[in-house]
């Protein structure tokens, strides 16, 4: 049974940071890319960012380039997001996702081909 499960999120000042995890089971991961998507109240998902299967594809939406890090562990089949620098407008509920295997990110949309599985997300909010 694929599983993907989205931990780290929380309350955190203007400023501060976090480290988002996304643990994948029932499939190998190292056969997807996996991209974050995040949407706020009111508002449409967005594509935060994603990365390759191999690591070598990595893709950020403007807003977040240079404050957001996303990597991977295939061995421990958990990818990352490490947010920085967080402004009130990265408040959201943030999901990883999986597409299609052996699919790499699509940059146009800052996501994966098809996107099939979601986890079930991991509030961030950024409030002082």
């Known amino acids: 049974q694929v599983q993907l499960v989205e931990s780290g999120g929380g309350l955190v000042q203007p400023g501060g940071s976090l480290r988002l995890s996304c643990e994948a089971s029932?499939?190998?991961?190292?056969?997807?890319?996996i991209g974050w998507v995040r949407q706020a109240p009111g508002k449409e998902r967005e594509g935060v960012s994603c990365?390759?299967?191999?690591?070598?594809?990595?893709y950020y939406t403007d807003s977040v380039k240079g404050r957001f890090t996303i990597s991977r562990d295939n061995a421990k089949s958990t990818v990352y997001l490490e947010m920085h620098s967080l402004k009130r407008e990265d408040t959201a509920v943030y999901y990883c996702?999986?597409?299609?295997?052996?699919?790499?990110?699509?940059?146009?949309?800052?996501?994966?081909?098809?996107?099939?599985?979601w986890g079930q997300g991991t509030q961030v909010t950024v409030s002082s």
């Open positions: 029932g499939f190998p991961l190292h056969y997807y890319s």
């Open positions: 990365i390759s299967r191999g690591g070598g594809g990595i």
């Open positions: 996702v999986v597409g299609e295997p052996w699919r790499e990110c699509v940059e146009e949309t800052i996501g994966v081909v098809r996107p099939t599985y």
